[in-house]
Every structure is written in C-alpha cells, then in structure tokens.
C-alpha cells in the first residue's frame, strides 16, 4: 500500500475523537489507503465504505460484516468529532453547515445529519448532531490522460463534454485531473494551457481551504467555492473571461441556464452529473432541453465495473454514437 495513501488517511484521523481515531488507526495498513468515507452515527457501530462495500469497525479495529462485532457510537463521541471538525467555532462555519457540510485542510468533507433549523432567510444552521460522514478526498493525478483526446477540439479549444456515472464512480476525481491537465497545457493543444473558471458549488472540486485549493486545479485556473453555478457564471464571464467553465453535479433548471449564459458567451463546458446512461439523462426534463439541442458533443459515461473511474461509453453528442 502507498504510504502516501495511509498518510492522507492517518491525517483525516485528527478530526475525529480521540478513542474513535485511535481504534480507526488500528484499521489494518491495506484497508487505509482504499477508505473512501467513515460514517459515524449516534447509537449505531462505525462504519466505513470501501471497494464498493460497507463493514461495521470492531473495538479493535477489525472490519466486520456483523453489526454485533461493531464498536458503538456515542453522544459525547459525536460532540467532540463535531467540535475538531469545526475548530470549535460553530459560527466560524456557519455558512457551510447550512449547506450540510464542512470541508476541512486536505479538501475531505464531513457531511453533517442532525436537526435543521431554518429561518427567515431558509436553513440557518444544524444542531443536535445525529451522524457525521468524513469523506476522504484523494486525488488521481493523470487519471484523465486518456480522454484527453476525445475532448479535444483542435486546433485550440475543448468540445463541450458531460460526465456522467452513478455515485462514487468517479466523475469528481475525473473533471478535477481534466480542469488540472486543460490548465496546465495538453500535449494536444500543442502544450497550450486554457483559462478554467472552476464554479465549485459543493467544495468538492478543488478542496478550497483558508482561500487555498487543496488539489492541483492547474496554473491557469480560478474559482468560486460555494457559489451557485448560475451566480458563478455570470460572475467568471464578466470578471475572469474563462474560455472554459467547469461545474460539478448538474441538474437543475437554473444550472442550465447557467450553461446557456456561457454559450451565449462562447465560455466552453465541462459539467458532470449523476446516471448510469443516456435515457437516464432524457428523463430528467431540466436536462432533456440541452441533450435535444445537442448542447454536449462528448458524453463520457463511468462506472465501477473496473475500478473507480472505469470508462463505459463515449458517445458523440451530434449523433449519439459510440467513438470507443
């Protein structure tokens, strides 16, 4: 196992309680570096998900299928793992935890579930913590070398492209190492970087923490962390003139208009969205508009049949066939 993998694990562990992160250090080496979420809930043994499967954690620190073997969660466990992610500052984060999350140093994320309270104004904040999802980031660094390619509109720019896979397929770690590659400069543009405005709704993307990403994003790329993708793009159109705008998890009515502002503007896409195929896609009325008027020119579908981030399909989106 990369030590480097178990690092990025070991270090996740500092936000967590002190018994819970120490019978989670316990976790055997080869399992370290392949966690991808570590769910805790109030009453309920720990749990973790990797490789497609979820395992309840022993006392310690064996994996276990039988929820009998699993080490419980308590209150008092769940308060202290709430007040390391938040530094003990609530109100520092109040605007995250209104989104249902907080991303911390390394671009993880901790979703929260818990009581919400809503306002004048909508949610205001959550209280009474019921559970805590720690998803570990790890980024792929050359991951999208081999779709490069298919993207590539030369001499000088990108085809508009949607990626599109089920959950935890990989879509997320894929767009980052496109925004990364395009930014830098592909071989293919002749080592041409593009400008990338990045509109990172959900933090997911590049990890911003203290104004810092936490990924490598590339050379030539701006963002707007926590920004709705209609507010970002207008934003990135008028003040950062990106020739590329790349957005995570779309799906609403507004998020195309957004794309539509940036074609009117001559702003080229990279999007991705949750489905496993292209009539998923046309049942989803918001999308169904910019599918017909054959908006997207490469649909790149993943799944996990190999892996995270297994290409399924590329589909060529004036005729939607195969180019594969």
């Known amino acids: 196992m990369d030590e480097k993998e178990i690092v990025i694990y070991e270090n996740v562990l500092e936000y967590i309680s002190l018994e819970l992160s120490h019978i989670l250090k316990n976790i055997p080496n080869k399992y370290k ?100 999802n720690i998803r570990i980031a790890r980024e792929k660094i050359g991951v999208s070398e081999k779709l490069i390619k298919y993207i590539i509109d030369f001499p000088q720019t990108i085809h508009n492209t949607l990626i599109v896979s089920p959950p935890q397929c990989g879509k997320t770690t894929i767009l980052r190492d496109l925004i990364r590659n ?82 009117k503007a001559g702003v080229k896409i990279i999007a991705t969205i949750h489905g496993s195929n292209l009539e998923d896609l046309l049942s989803k009325r918001s999308l169904r508009m910019l599918i017909e008027d054959k908006i997207f020119k490469r649909y790149i579908f993943l799944d996990n049949s190999k892996g995270v981030g297994t290409i399924k399909d590329i589909i060529e989106g004036d005729t939607f066939t195969s180019i594969i």
């Open 33 to 132: 570096g392949i966690i991808e979420e570590i769910r805790l809930r109030y009453g309920v043994p720990i749990n973790i998900y990797l490789n497609n499967s979820d395992y309840f954690v022993t006392s310690k620190g064996s994996l276990t299928k039988n929820k009998e073997e699993g080490r419980l969660v308590n209150k008092q466990e769940l308060i202290e793992t709430f007040q390391l992610v938040s530094n003990y500052s609530v109100y520092a984060f109040e605007e995250e935890i209104k989104n249902g999350f907080i991303t911390l140093r390394g671009g993880h994320r901790v979703g929260i579930g818990g009581k919400v309270l809503y306002g004048t104004k909508g949610i205001e904040t959550i209280r009474n913590i019921s559970s805590l």
């Open 182 to 263: 395009l930014s830098n400069g592909s071989k293919l543009l002749g080592g041409k970087g593009l400008k990338v405005g990045v509109i990172d709704e959900r933090s997911e993307l590049a990890g911003m923490y203290n104004g810092m990403p936490q990924f490598q994003i590339g050379l030539r790329t701006d963002v707007l962390d926590g920004c709705n993708k209609k507010d970002g793009t207008i934003m990135l159109i008028r003040a950062m003139s990106p020739e590329i705008i790349a957005m995570d998890e779309i799906g609403s009515i507004t998020d195309v208009d957004a794309i539509h502002e940036a074609l």
